[in-house]
Structures are given as structure tokens and as C-alpha cells.
């Protein structure tokens, strides 16, 4: 671990994961399967992806909950407010999920306000796990005690990830000349840290997978040198990794309606659906399959690979 990251680690020290507590508490009980879409740097597609994953369960009959834990942004909690709205406004019985946004405390003492939003994120689960079949949350593009509590409940971490080293630089530190990882970054650190606190409070393998958001359809060197390093990160920290959304404006269109590429062919949209849908929806399905979620009736998948320890930074030489 990186000497400047180890002060901020040691120093986030939740208490035991409130999801797994609860199920040990309930053997027996169905407890919903927490997706949680986890990443530090803003603009690299969770709420889109989330929203899309969510309509997916859905419309596969799945009782499906969101939290909105970037709930000052809001982008998730306008998406289903926007979806309710046109709905009513057709009259149509748009699928919708049992939705929850957790703000951020005003309290301005640090202690009362982390105790504040941890009550109130627990508070949401706690509605939620009992009754839907998966909960997915959406988290802040930044580092806040909001999202590391809510990076504690997951049973699945999905990480999108533009197909930028700026946005890889989140994940790890890069040699420039060779492409080889010098060490993990702050991120995947924290992942690290949540993942070992869940092992000691007896929970299943976070299933982490890392999905590559805005691939070009051209095979670019840029595209490749990606591709390389993030197949050789994942031996090394424990991630699955999976072709995520492309650059596509239909996305940003559908935000409006309430909507997502699942939608199209059911509902009266008024949208013609192209060939640029076609595909756009492929990528979601192919997302879902990814996934490997657990189905409602079977125990949670344990498929993620086994991380190796993380490696300590490489000495600078003076």
C-alpha cells in the first residue's frame, strides 16, 4: 500500500457489513442481491449503466430497489422521476423500481454527520433488501463516507471505466514506457480494504467486474494498450472484466423520457428504432449476461477470480 494512501485507509473503519449481519441474523430469509456501481472518477457512465441493468431485471420480472447515494447530483433519482412522469403522461404501465436517494449530512461536526448518513443509508437498505430480488446503487463520482459505506453492502461491484489512461489512473499507476502496473491507486485500494473487511465478517467474495464504457468501434493502439493492461491489472487485484455501453447519443436522449434501450420495441415511444438501437441494446443484454447474477431462487455466484495481495509501491530511486 501506497504511504500516501495508508492514512485514509487506516482511518475508514465501518462497522460490520449490515447487509451480511443481517442475512447471518435471518438464515434462511431471502435477502435481495446488492449491486453497486462503484467509481471515483465522475462522467464514466454509472447512472446510465445503472438505470439500464435495473430496467433489464424489471422487464424480467425481478423486484428491483435503487439508491440514489449521489443523491445531491441526483442523476439516478431525476432518471426515475423522469420515467414516472412520461409514463403517466401515456398512461402506460412503465416497469418501475422501488426507488430511495440518500443525501448528503448538513451536520458539521465530521463524526454526527458520518453517523447521520450511515443511519439513513442503512435505513434504505433495510426497506429494500427484504422485499426486491436485487438493489442497485448508484454512488458519487467521488470519495465520500456516503459511497465507501455503500461500497460495504455489495455483493456485486460493477466499476465502469472510460477506455482512457486518465480514467485507468484511478485504478492503478502505469508505466509509461513499458505498460506495466506499478501499483494500484487509491480506488482500487479501497476496494481492496472493503473486500478484506467483508471476508472477516464471514461474507461471500465481492464479485468485482470492471466494464469498458465508451469503446471505439475503431481498433485503435490506444484501445489495445487498454485492453492489455487492464487483462494484466485484473490478475493481479481481482477483478472480472467486461465490455461495457459505447459512445452513443441515444443514451443521453432516452435520459428525458425516463427510458432505456429495453423500452423501445415495448413501449408506444415514438422513437423508429434503428440499427444504432439494435446494437445499443445488444450491449446491455450482453452487460446482463456479464453480470452473472444470481437468480431469484438460487444462492448468491462466487465466481470472481482470487486477487493476490496488493503490491507495495516500487521504491523511487533519490
Same mark, same amino acid.
Given at each position: ?166 480514467? $485507468?489512473?484511478?485504478? *492503478?499507476?502505469?508505466? !509509461?514506457? +513499458?505498460?506495466?502496473?506499478?501499483? /494500484?491507486?487509491?480506488? &482500487? %485500494?479501497? #476496494? ?100 452473472? $447474477?444470481?437468480?431469484? *431462487?438460487?444462492?448468491? !455466484?462466487? +465466481?470472481?477470480?482470487?486477487?493476490? /495481495?496488493?503490491?507495495? &509501491? %516500487?521504491? #523511487?530511486?533519490?
Amino acid at each position: 500500500m501506497s504511504a500516501n494512501t495508508a492514512p485514509f485507509l487506516a482511518a475508514f473503519r465501518p462497522a460490520a457489513n449490515p447487509s451480511i449481519v443481517q442475512a447471518q441474523a435471518t438464515a434462511g430469509a431471502p435477502r435481495a442481491h446488492v449491486i453497486v456501481f462503484g467509481n471515483e472518477k465522475g462522467g464514466s457512465g454509472k447512472s446510465t449503466a445503472a438505470m439500464h441493468i435495473a430496467v433489464a431485471l424489471l422487464r424480467d420480472g425481478a423486484r428491483v430497489g435503487v439508491i440514489d447515494v449521489d443523491a445531491r447530483q441526483g442523476t439516478l433519482t431525476r432518471y426515475v422521476e423522469n420515467r414516472r412522469t412520461w409514463a403517466n403522461a401515456k398512461g402506460l404501465a412503465t416497469p418501475l423500481p422501488d426507488h430511495r436517494a440518500v443525501l448528503p449530512s448538513t451536520l458539521s461536526v465530521r463524526s454526527d454527520a458520518e453517523a447521520d448518513e450511515r443511519q439513513r443509508l442503512d435505513a434504505a437498505f433495510a426497506d429494500l433488501l427484504p422485499t426486491c430480488d436485487y438493489v442497485i446503487a448508484d454512488t458519487p463520482g467521488s470519495d465520500t463516507f456516503l459511497s465507501r459505506h455503500a461500497h460495504t453492502y455489495a455483493d456485486t461491484l460493477v466499476t465502469p471505466l472510460n477506455d482512457s489512461f486518465v480514467d $485507468l489512473d484511478l485504478l *492503478a499507476r502505469v508505466d !509509461p514506457d +513499458t505498460l506495466k502496473v506499478v501499483r /494500484p491507486s487509491i480506488y &482500487a %485500494e479501497t #476496494v481492496w480494504k472493503q473486500r478484506q473487511l467483508r471476508a472477516m465478517s464471514g461474507g461471500k467474495p465481492v464479485d468485482w467486474l470492471v466494464m469498458r464504457n465508451r469503446l471505439s468501434a475503431i481498433s485503435a493502439r490506444n484501445k489495445r494498450d487498454m485492453g492489455a493492461v487492464l487483462e494484466s491489472l485484473a490478475k493481479r487485484i481481482g477483478y472480472r472484466l467486461a465490455a461495457g455501453l459505447a459512445e452513443r447519443v441515444i443514451y443521453r436522449e432516452l435520459f428525458l423520457k425516463g427510458l432505456t434501450l429495453l423500452d423501445l420495441r415495448e413501449e408506444k415511444t415514438g422513437i423508429a428504432m434503428t440499427m444504432s438501437h439494435v446494437a445499443a441494446r445488444q450491449e446491455v443484454r450482453d452487460l446482463l449476461a456479464a453480470l452473472n $447474477l444470481p437468480s431469484r *431462487a438460487e444462492p448468491e !455466484p462466487t +465466481t470472481a477470480p482470487e486477487a493476490e /495481495p496488493l503490491p507495495q &509501491a %516500487e521504491p #523511487v530511486e533519490s
